[in-house]
């Protein structure tokens, strides 16, 4: 079993839905990413969380510690949100450790 | 402008051809790392550093070297490279692991195809 489960793993949604994303991790953190990475490769992070919620425009990331639960919600979503969203760990050792990712594909 | 400069972009070798793959931030950071991402396995850890001078083993450091010198910089050298090393290659780096704030600064990714 993966340290960083995400689901679903691949997504299609209409322009305008209210999309959620699901991070799941089995290891004690002390800081949890989600990064955003659009065809042709370039990686972009969205947010850092250590507790609670952010919010940056139409995206909000919220986490569960004991719950060892986070989520990434798009409102309004629109085309351009098409990409792979991963979330990442940042477990004890300092390593990072990343789920496999959510292919979002949104259509007009 | 911050940022994390990776080269090259795309590179085609030959097995047992040692490369460096270069990686460069303008940000001071102190935490700087390499990935690869490969399909269905999504990123894993190569190499990170801490500090300069101070590097440590990812999950996956088999074949792979890399050196600290200068706070700036962080190559990843393949001494001999060999076909299953093929992937999409990324440094990163950030200021503070695990600190408050921490944001994570990507490269443009280095495609090896290793023949």
């Known amino acids: 079993k993966n340290e960083v489960e995400q689901s679903p793993q691949n997504l299609t949604a209409q322009e305008g839905e209210f999309i959620t994303i699901n991070c799941s991790y089995s290891?004690?953190?002390?800081?949890l990413h989600w990064l955003q990475q659009h065809p042709g490769g370039g990686i972009v992070s969205l947010f850092m969380?250590?507790?609670g919620k952010k919010k940056h425009g139409r995206l909000i990331a919220t986490i569960n510690i004991q719950e060892k639960h986070s989520s990434l919600h798009i409102t309004a979503s629109h085309p351009r949100d098409s990409a792979v969203y991963i979330c990442?760990?940042?477990?004890?050792?300092?390593?990072?450790?990343f789920g496999t990712g959510t292919l979002l594909a949104v259509q007009p | 402008e911050a940022q994390v400069t990776q080269n090259p972009r795309y590179l085609i070798t030959v097995t047992g051809k040692k490369l460096t793959v270069t990686c460069s931030q303008n940000?001071?950071?102190?935490?700087m790392s390499w990935y690869r991402q490969d399909p269905g396995l999504g990123l894993r850890q190569i190499y990170y550093?801490?500090?300069?001078?101070?590097?440590d083993k990812g999950d996956v450091p088999e074949g792979y070297k890399v050196s600290r010198k200068e706070k700036r910089n962080f190559p990843l050298i393949l001494e001999s490279p060999s076909p299953n090393q093929t992937s999409l290659y990324f440094c990163?780096?950030?200021?503070?692991?695990?600190?408050?704030?921490?944001?994570?600064?990507f490269g443009s990714g280095t495609q090896l195809s290793v023949l």
């Open positions: 990442a760990v940042r477990g004890a050792t300092n390593k990072l450790i």
């Open positions: 290891v004690g953190i002390s800081a």
């Open positions: 969380l250590s507790s």
């Open positions: 990163a780096s950030s200021s503070r692991s695990g600190r408050n704030n921490e944001k994570l600064f």
């Open positions: 940000m001071n950071h102190e935490y």
């Open positions: 550093s801490m500090n300069v001078e101070v590097t």
